[in-house]
């Protein structure tokens, strides 16, 4: 590649090019080798040097343009692409051309088409609609020279007529309820807005009150003049409404003018903020400069914006001492009322405090009760009216405010009213405290619950809303405590620290149990580890994987085998015990034991399996086959007393029956059998027999099989046993029970298929049944082994104590005998 690099003279404009070309190869590839990544970059390392000063495209262009192009090949070979370049333009371009012709003539073609067709539909319409004119006029022609055609037209134009009527009565009816429903919706908007307004006016009322003020009565309001009125600069409006003339009489005061009237009213020392400024007592103050003139027979109110105006006369002054200081005290009395005003000289403070002469009568009434003075009523007519005053300025109380450290003026009612209002206020905080305590409680005990904490054996109590436990109680509870937690689980929820999820338990908080399993879940655990050990219980142990390997394999050569060699002895056992266990299938498995006890009579596997087929199948005559089935058994017992023979098939077939179809009764029933008459497990049969009853309780030879067993158990019987199954147990009654029998009852059943077999003794705790009454000696030397001496110095009896009947009873050494009663 280098070489041809030389010989193709790249490096035209560059000195030494040679030389270049293989310093560029050089810089690029020191092994000798090359591939299309290097050739490339040796590619643009010769275009730079070729042309500096252009970019790596252009100059890779120009190079490939100049050099590479004019080679002889390759200059021959862009010569045929591009001439099949300019050929396939050509060809496109004709091809577009034709396309274009066929498009327009197809154009044109279907313009003229589109032309006759809408003719000929138009022809054809016009046809159609003179033939059906013609058609209609005769149509018409007939029906006018008909009488009841014109009585049908007279009937039709009738109604026509009235459902115009109708039509357009409810249009107009619709008509005027959209106009009402309108009508009342506009109304509904203006008074909205209407509510609005007055709401707005209402809620910016912030005082009212009905004066009186010379025998004259207007009701005064004081409003914002905006909605804004906690902004600077804000303005009230106080309007007197006089109701016997109907008058109004309105007053704006911008907020510089109401600070200064209420400061210097209150006595202010500072400025006093808006919440101040609102209050009731405040407020009033305004209503004090408000001051009557009559003009022409009118009363007209003025609004005093220098002092406080004080309606009525003057009728006493004089100087008084209080709490160590000298003031000056006034006392104007008007028609309606009194006004005591006092002012002192060092510090200029001025009180005033209003006295109405209705208040006045009551105080008179009251002083007169309490105190058994000899005055009357009589006090306020004009003429006693010095009187009045001396006994008025005697019960007035100048004194320090408790509350703020400024001077009070107040009358001593008032200052009695202030007394009670205190105590009720006292009694009033001590049972809202009560009341508040008692809440409080309340919400302690719904907020608190108690927890049992098993690690410790106590109590802690959890905050239920914080998931937080502490040991001592809350303080709030007093006295009292919680209940004890109820003994039921609850769904909680915690939160793992380290990933942040929540996740759900369940916890017995009176037993300080908790679990991740929800009580039916452990219910439902519970129930499948019961089935699987009830399964274990009847089935036996599991079976393992290779044994279930050798079963399979075991079965399916069976079947091969027989099919191969029908004729040998062990293919025709093992295919009966298939067809008889796996298959169920009695009709086919009958001829097959048969032929296998032709070859064989006395085998004892053969004879087992063709017992239990007998029993399974009831094939009749019923006691034939009964007694059939029992004398195999016993041949087999004779010949076989291990039954070692017999293992394998029972392993093979009747408990691999039960474990492939394990809610097949039929299966069950042949394990049944299997237990009953080879092994002579009865109760261990009873339950499997239950099991298959469970699943179909209307099957006829799992019922017969099992009456005749349980027939059979009974004394004479063939499965003889002590004592009735424990199944009868649960349907008998308790006949008597003694001290002296200890856990033995004697019980009967009145379901006894067996005459003279209905009474039986039963032990409560060993769940042992005897139709033999128990050897009693056995049981009281059973029951003194078990039990421990409590006393027996002082007699020959020596007393014992029966954990486990809970009694005791008495032991005679010498005698050797036994009671329960105390000894005299």
């Known amino acids: 590649w280098a070489k041809l690099s030389r010989k193709m003279n790249l490096l035209s404009n560059v000195k030494n090019c040679k030389h270049e070309i293989d310093m560029a190869f050089v810089r690029n590839n020191q092994d000798r080798k090359l591939d299309l990544a290097r050739f490339h970059a040796i590619f643009k390392d010769i275009a730079l040097i070729q042309y500096p000063a252009l970019l790596e495209e252009d100059a890779l262009t120009k190079v490939v343009r100049a050099s590479i192009v004019m080679l002889p090949d390759v200059n021959a070979m862009m010569w045929k692409d591009a001439k099949r370049m300019a050929i396939n333009v050509e060809a496109k371009r004709v091809c577009a051309q034709r396309r274009i012709s066929a498009l327009t003539r197809r154009i044109l073609q279907q313009a003229v088409y589109l032309k006759a067709k809408h003719a000929a539909i138009t022809v054809a319409k016009h046809v159609r609609q003179f033939l059906a004119r013609i058609f209609v006029s005769k149509m018409l022609q007939a029906m006018r020279e008909d009488k009841e055609y014109q009585r049908r037209w007279r009937c039709a134009k009738i109604i026509q007529t009235a459902w115009r009527r109708f039509f357009w009565r409810n249009r107009f009816t619709l008509h005027q309820e959209r106009r009402i429903e309108r009508k009342r919706r506009e ?226 009612f008032e200052a009695e009213e202030e007394r009670i209002i205190k105590l009720i206020t006292k009694v009033q905080s001590q049972w809202r405290r009560l009341k508040s305590r008692r809440y409080a409680k309340e919400k302690t005990i719904h907020q608190y619950e108690k927890v049992y904490v098993r690690e410790s054996s106590m109590y802690a109590y959890r905050n239920i809303l914080t998931n937080e436990c502490q040991w001592e109680k809350p303080k709030l509870l007093g006295d009292d405590d919680l209940d004890d937690p109820v003994d039921e689980w609850r769904r909680e929820e915690t939160v793992d620290p380290a990933t942040g999820k929540k996740h759900q338990y369940y916890a017995n908080y009176a037993t300080g149990q908790s679990s991740w399993l929800s009580e039916e879940d452990a219910a439902r655990l519970v129930q499948r580890r019961y089935r699987a050990k009830h399964e274990s219980d009847l089935m036996g142990k599991k079976i393992q994987l290779p044994d279930i390997v050798k079963a399979m394999k075991f079965i399916h050569g069976t079947r091969t085998k027989y099919e191969q060699d029908p004729h040998k002895l062990s293919n025709i056992v093992n295919f009966a015990l298939l067809t008889h266990c796996l298959d169920l299938d009695y009709i086919q498995a009958k001829p097959i034991y048969e032929r296998a006890l032709q070859q064989s009579p006395n085998h004892p596997l053969i004879s087992r399996a063709y017992g239990i087929f007998l029993l399974a199948s009831r094939q009749t005559p019923v006691a034939t086959t009964f007694q059939t089935a029992c004398r195999l058994f016993h041949e087999a017992n004779v010949v076989d007393p291990t039954q070692a023979k017999f293992q394998s098939a029972t392993e093979i077939y009747f408990r691999w029956a039960v474990l492939v179809d394990s809610k097949n009764p039929l299966a069950l029933l042949n394990f049944a059998l299997l237990y009953q008459c080879i092994y002579r497990k009865y109760d261990h049969a009873e339950k499997i027999y239950r099991a298959a009853l469970s699943l179909d309780p209307t099957n006829t030879l799992v019922l017969e099989n099992y009456r005749l067993f349980i027939d059979e158990r009974y004394p004479g019987g063939e499965y003889l046993s002590l004592g009735p199954p424990f199944s009868v147990v649960r349907g008998s009654q308790v006949v008597e029970e003694r001290p002296e029998w200890a856990e033995w009852s004697k019980m009967i059943d009145h379901g006894c298929p067996k005459k003279g077999m209905e009474t039986f003794w039963f032990n409560r705790f060993t769940k042992d049944t005897s139709f033999q009454e128990p050897t009693w000696s056995l049981v009281w030397e059973t029951r003194m082994k078990r039990s421990k001496c409590v006393s027996g110095k002082a007699s020959n009896w020596v007393e014992y104590w029966d954990d486990r009947t809970q009694t005791s009873f008495f032991y005679d050494g010498f005698t050797q005998s036994y009671t329960c009663a105390r000894p005299k």
């Open 187 to 412: 109304i509904a908007a203006t008074r909205a807005k209407l509510k609005e307004m007055r709401e707005r006016q209402r809620s910016s009322v912030v005082f009212r009150d009905v004066i009186r003020i010379d025998s004259t009565i207007a009701v005064v309001t004081i409003s914002f003049r905006d909605e804004n009125y906690l902004q600077d600069e804000n303005s009230m409006l106080i309007k007197v409404y006089v109701p016997t003339t109907k008058g109004v009489f309105a007053f704006n005061l911008e907020e510089k003018a109401i600070r200064e009237c209420l400061e210097k009213a209150l006595s202010s020392e500072g400025r006093l903020s808006w919440d101040e400024m609102l209050k009731e007592n405040a407020l009033k103050e305004l209503t004090k400069r408000l001051m009557l003139r009559v003009v022409r027979g009118r009363p007209i109110f003025l609004f005093s914006r220098r002092h406080i105006v004080e309606k009525g006369v003057l009728v006493d002054k004089r100087v008084v001492r209080a709490v160590g200081e000298i003031f000056i005290l006034s006392t104007f009395r008007s028609p309606h009322d009194f006004v005591v005003y006092t002012y002192q000289s060092s510090t200029r403070l001025q009180m005033r405090t209003k006295l109405p002469l209705s208040k006045l009568r009551e105080w008179l009434h009251e002083t007169q009760e309490k105190q058994k003075e000899q005055f009357d009523v009589c006090l306020l007519e004009p003429k006693r009216q010095r009187e009045l005053i001396e006994w008025l300025v005697k019960r007035v109380v100048i004194r320090k405010n408790p509350k703020r450290n400024d001077m009070q003026l107040l009358l001593q």
